[in-house]
C-alpha cells in the first residue's frame, strides 16, 4: 500500500473518533522523498492530508517512507529516530512531540 493511502487510513480514524486532537491546531509537512512532499493539517478536531505544501507547516519532519511506517506502527520511537538520524525536525519541537502522541491513541 502506498504511503499516502497508509496516511489517508490514519486520518480517517482521527476524524471518526477526533476526542484525542480536538486540541490540537497544527501542520504537519512530511518530506519522505524529492519529489513526495505531504501535510496533515489539524484544525478544529478535524484533519486533513494535502500532497505538497499548500500549508505553512509548523513542522516539518524529513524521513524514509520505511521510518514513517515504522511511526505509525508504534515500531519506532520518535525521539530514537531523531536520536539516530533517521528522523529531522524542523520547526516547533512541541509541536513534533505532540504527533507522537496522536499517532500512540490511533495506532
Same mark, same amino acid.
Given at each position: 500500500? /502506498?504511503?499516502?493511502?497508509?496516511?489517508?487510513?490514519?486520518?480517517? *480514524?482521527?476524524?471518526?473518533?477526533p476526542e484525542a486532537?480536538?486540541?490540537?491546531?497544527?501542520?504537519?509537512?512530511?518530506?519522505?522523498?524529492?519529489?513526495?512532499?505531504?501535510?496533515?493539517?489539524?484544525?478544529g478536531g478535524q484533519?486533513? %492530508?494535502?500532497?505538497?505544501?499548500?500549508?505553512?507547516?509548523?513542522?516539518?519532519?524529513?524521513?524514509?517512507?520505511?521510518?514513517? +511506517?515504522? %511511526?505509525?506502527? +508504534?515500531?519506532?520511537? /520518535? /525521539? /530514537?529516530?531523531?536520536?539516530?538520524?533517521?528522523?529531522?525536525?524542523?520547526?516547533?519541537?512541541?509541536?513534533?512531540? *505532540?504527533?507522537?502522541?496522536?499517532?500512540?491513541?490511533?495506532?
Amino acid at each position: 500500500m /502506498a504511503i499516502r493511502d497508509e496516511l489517508q487510513r490514519l486520518v480517517d *480514524r482521527m476524524n471518526g473518533s477526533p476526542e484525542a486532537i480536538r486540541s490540537l491546531n497544527a501542520v504537519y509537512q512530511f518530506h519522505l522523498a524529492d519529489d513526495n512532499v505531504l501535510q496533515v493539517r489539524f484544525h478544529g478536531g478535524q484533519v486533513s %492530508l494535502k500532497e505538497g505544501a499548500p500549508d505553512p507547516a509548523d513542522c516539518k519532519l524529513t524521513m524514509t517512507e520505511a521510518t514513517l +511506517r515504522k %511511526l505509525m506502527n +508504534r515500531q519506532l520511537n /520518535a /525521539a /530514537a529516530a531523531y536520536i539516530s538520524g533517521d528522523l529531522k525536525v524542523e520547526g516547533k519541537m512541541t509541536v513534533a512531540f *505532540r504527533l507522537q502522541e496522536v499517532l500512540k491513541a490511533y495506532s
